[in-house]
């Protein structure tokens, strides 16, 4: 049998064989390259989820850290009863160390580790706190958030201010201190301010914070003015805590009575505070004195001031100086203040010494000098003088009264001026009956 002949191979068939085989390789390489594309596509997804993961993270410690923080400043009083409990108080204020693992009420992630770390300031009322949140991050890093804030030690009190309207009730202080303390007073430098009353024996101490008296110092030497005093002089003092009040008293024995020139020579008298509802153990503290404004030179120029009504040159120190008209009587008052509120209720009163209340021509009557500065219509705010105080919280000044004939009516809508110094922008002024 005879071999059929071989056929012969053909170029198209020899190209098919080839474009088989080159295929299968790009097919293999395509793979290659998209597995490679899949792998850094998922190692990008998980830097990006790496990343996120962290980014929330430490959100969450700028959270736990700034909570601290207002949480150090939603103190309630500075000073706390030593049977108080929680850390409501700025003097609680301290160094901790705790861990966190929920914030407001939702579980974190991740433990959070926060260190409060608190360096009181020796020269002023200030706390500087340094908060670091740190944790440990998916990757074991260690991470960590760290926030710095200063907290002033401010009675919170004084906080509700910010949300009043600017007005005549509100005055501004140029000693460092708060308004509410007597001008007269000597700032100790330690955050305390003194004012001895007249030529006594008896010191107040005031917080220069919350204006409070905050102690009653005696045998303090009755020759040293309150200029003179310092922290050393402050020897024999015992707590307090009372609130100032404190004005003038002013004659008029003209017909009818001035409000504007009530100049004349004073009469003697007392003062007295009646306390209503929840009274202190204590009783209210007044003195008076009768002064009379003078006019001298010095070697740094003109001076003007108040002295003893019999008081003479010499007691200044110069040979002679020049009297202005100007007579009354300066009363001073403590309140004391018991419980969380720290606030009196009650009506202040003159005390004749030698002289009489009533309606005839030989009596004498007391008006009080009274302002509507809120515009309300009626005298119903504790610095306006009203015939009663009620729940007072705070230092009162600039309450006078005006003494004249008992058949005489108090004088009414005048731009008389009560202070002994010039004061810009004085409001009017008018006077109510108060006694009897």
Not at 210 to 235: E, K, M
Not at 337 to 359: E, F, Q
Request: net charge neutral; aromatic share 4%.
């Amino acid at each position: 049998m005879s071999t059929p002949p071989a056929l012969p191979l053909t170029p198209a068939r020899g190209r098919a064989h080839r474009q088989r085989g080159v295929t299968l390789i790009e097919a293999l390489l395509a793979f290659g390259v998209l597995a490679g594309g899949v792998l850094s596509i998922a190692t990008l997804q998980r830097h990006l989820q790496a990343h996120a993961d962290l980014s929330r993270q430490r959100s969450q410690a700028v959270r736990i850290a700034q909570e601290d923080i207002e949480s150090l400043r939603a103190f309630a009083v500075l000073q706390a009863d030593a049977a108080a409990s929680g850390a409501t108080a700025y003097e609680r204020i301290e160094t901790v160390t705790s861990s966190v693992e929920h914030l407001n009420g939702a579980a974190l992630n991740s433990v959070f580790q926060l260190t409060r770390q608190i360096d009181n300031s020796p020269s002023a009322r200030l706390k500087a706190a340094t908060v670091s949140v740190a944790w440990t991050a998916r990757d074991g890093s260690a991470q960590q958030a760290v926030l710095n804030a200063v907290v002033a030690g401010v009675s919170p009190a004084l906080a509700g201010a910010l949300t009043l309207a600017p007005s005549r009730l509100t005055s501004a202080s140029g000693y460092a201190r708060a308004p509410g303390i007597p001008v007269s007073a000597k700032n100790l430098g330690d955050g305390r301010s003194v004012l001895k009353p007249g030529a006594g024996t008896v010191a107040y101490v005031f917080d220069n914070l919350s204006a409070q008296v905050t102690q009653r110092c005696t045998d303090v030497a009755s020759d040293r003015s309150t200029a003179q005093l310092n922290a050393a002089d402050l020897t024999h003092c015992s707590e307090l805590h009372g609130l100032w009040l404190s004005g003038t008293v002013r004659f008029s024995n003209a017909t009818p009575p001035s409000a504007e020139a009530a100049n004349d020579a004073p009469l003697d008298l007392n003062l007295w505070v009646t306390l209503t509802g929840v009274a202190s153990a204590a009783s209210p503290s007044c003195s008076t004195e009768a002064l009379k404004t003078v006019q001298y030179r010095t070697a740094d120029g003109i001076r003007r001031e108040s002295v003893p009504l019999l008081a003479m040159p010499a007691s200044v120190g110069v040979a002679e100086w020049s009297e202005q008209g100007e007579r009354y009587v300066a009363y001073q008052c403590v309140v004391p203040i018991t419980g969380a509120a720290g606030r009196w209720s009650g009506r202040s009163s003159l005390v004749p010494l030698g002289w009489s209340l009533g309606t005839a021509a030989a009596d004498h009557k007391v008006c009080r000098y009274a302002t509507d500065l809120d515009r309300s219509g009626a005298i119903d705010r504790n610095e306006e003088h009203p015939a009663a105080y009620s729940a007072v919280d705070r230092s009162l000044m600039q309450q006078n009264f005006l003494v004249i004939q008992g058949d005489q009516a108090c004088p009414g809508d005048s731009a008389a001026r009560i202070e002994t110094r010039e004061v810009a922008n004085a409001t009017q002024i008018s006077t109510e009956p108060h006694q009897p």
